[in-house]
T-cell receptor, first 107, second 116 residues
Framework: AQRVTQPEKLLSVFKGAPVELKCNYS??????LFWYVQYSRQRLQLLLRHISRESIKGFTADLNKGETSFHLKKPFAQEEDSAMYYC?????????FGTGTSLTVIP | DVKVTQSSRYLVKRTGEKVFLECVQD?????MFWYRQDPGLGLRLIYFSYDVKMKEKGDIPEGYSVSREKKERFSLILESASTNQTSMYLCASSLWRLAGGTDTQYFGPGTRLTVL
């Protein structure tokens, strides 16, 4: 069963526009959610985790247990945000990753 | 800074060959993982290990095996490579929390394997 769903494979926005990457999860326990990012020719790296409640590179994500969502948001997209983004769920024993969303920010 | 290294960035092998992918981490992490990354399919877990000489199957273990003889090293083995194993392979490591459960995963740069 798919535990993490990212409905958009591709997302394009103009520079300066708001961006939202969607993530929904399925888990009966207490979820721990992450966003990972992979820039071109770079390794997959942690962007942010919900328990830190921090903003990294202008991105934020709020865990909504009622809607089982952990959407990633940024009010003003920059060209350097173009990358592949993966949402991940940690169940304690292992991570489950979504299929990823490729974000392109158009100059 | 966590360092996870993989032995090769690119690898080309022929069908039927035995292939070894090596991963080394330098942060004394207990947990290590092997994923394959394919477009449209995201990251899929092949095998993981919580400790030396321990291994657990992930979601797609068929056609693969692993070895963890030392804490810092986790090897992925393709016993007889096939064309459908052409993919990007990612290694990751993480701490095991005192309270239980795996902590944040740190990834290596990946090995792009092509099987002809």
């Amino acid at each position: 069963a798919q535990r993490v769903t990212q409905p958009e494979k591709l997302l394009s926005v103009f520079k300066g526009a708001p961006v939202e990457l969607k993530c929904n999860y399925s888990y009966s326990g207490s979820p721990e959610l992450f966003w990972y990012v992979q820039y071109s020719r770079q390794r997959l790296q942690l962007l942010l985790r919900h328990i830190s409640r921090e903003s990294i590179k202008g991105f934020t994500a709020d865990l909504n247990k009622g809607e089982t969502s952990f959407h990633l948001k940024k009010p003003f997209a920059q060209e350097e945000d173009s990358a592949m983004y993966y949402c991940a769920l940690n169940t304690g024993n292992q991570f489950y990753f979504g299929t990823g969303t490729s974000l392109t920010v158009i100059p | 800074d966590v360092k996870v290294t993989q032995s090769s960035r690119y690898l080309v092998k022929r069908t039927g060959e035995k292939v070894f992918l090596e991963c080394v981490q330098d942060m004394d992490h207990e947990n290590m993982f092997w994923y394959r990354q394919d477009p449209g399919l995201g990251l899929r877990l092949i095998y993981f290990s919580y400790d030396v000489k321990m291994k657990e199957k992930g979601d797609i273990p068929e056609g693969y095996s692993v070895s963890r003889e030392k804490k810092e090293r986790f090897s992925l083995i393709l016993e007889s490579a096939s064309t459908n194993q052409t993919s990007m392979y990612l290694c990751a490591s993480s701490l095991w929390r005192l309270a239980g459960g795996t902590d944040t995963q740190y990834f290596g740069p990946g090995t792009r394997l092509t099987v002809l």
